[in-house]
Nanobody, 124 residues
Framework: QVELEESGGGSVQTGGSLRLSCAAS????????MAWFRQAPGKEREGVAL????????YYADSVKGRFTISQDNAKNTVYLQMNSLKPEDTAMYYC?????????????????WGQGTQVTVSS
């Protein structure tokens, strides 16, 4: 059984930083793509960052490029999202996701496993 557990969310002021963690069990992160998504109230879930954990290729939504970094620790079977220079518009529930297939797009329909989410709130 695959389980993804996010942690690290919280409340920060504009310009602050947070690091989210996604610990996987029943799934080896080094085998398939993993990603972070977010969903604000009343909005659709949107892709934030994607990592192809075998090759290390990374992709980001335009809105977070240069501010967010996705990374992996294979020994801990954990994926991270380092978020710097946070803005109020980054406020959302953040979800970790893992895919069964080898090639994906940064859209929810490509992903098969989801965590429960961790809340990020950025105040101005």
């Amino acid at each position: 059984q695959v389980e993804l557990e996010e942690s690290g969310g919280g409340s920060v002021q504009t310009g602050g930083s947070l690091r989210l963690s996604c610990a996987a069990s029943g799934y080896t992160i080094r085998s398939k793509p993993m990603a972070w998504f977010r969903q604000a109230p009343g909005k659709e879930r949107e892709g934030v960052a994607l990592i192809y954990t075998v090759a290390g290729n990374r992709y980001y939504a335009d809105s977070v490029k240069g501010r967010f970094t996705i990374s992996q620790d294979n020994a801990k079977n954990t994926v991270y999202l380092q978020m710097n220079s946070l803005k109020p518009e980054d406020t959302a529930m953040y979800y970790c996701a893992a895919a069964k297939r080898s090639w994906v797009g940064l859209v929810p329909s490509f992903f098969d496993y989801w965590g429960q989410g961790t809340q990020v709130t950025v105040s101005s």
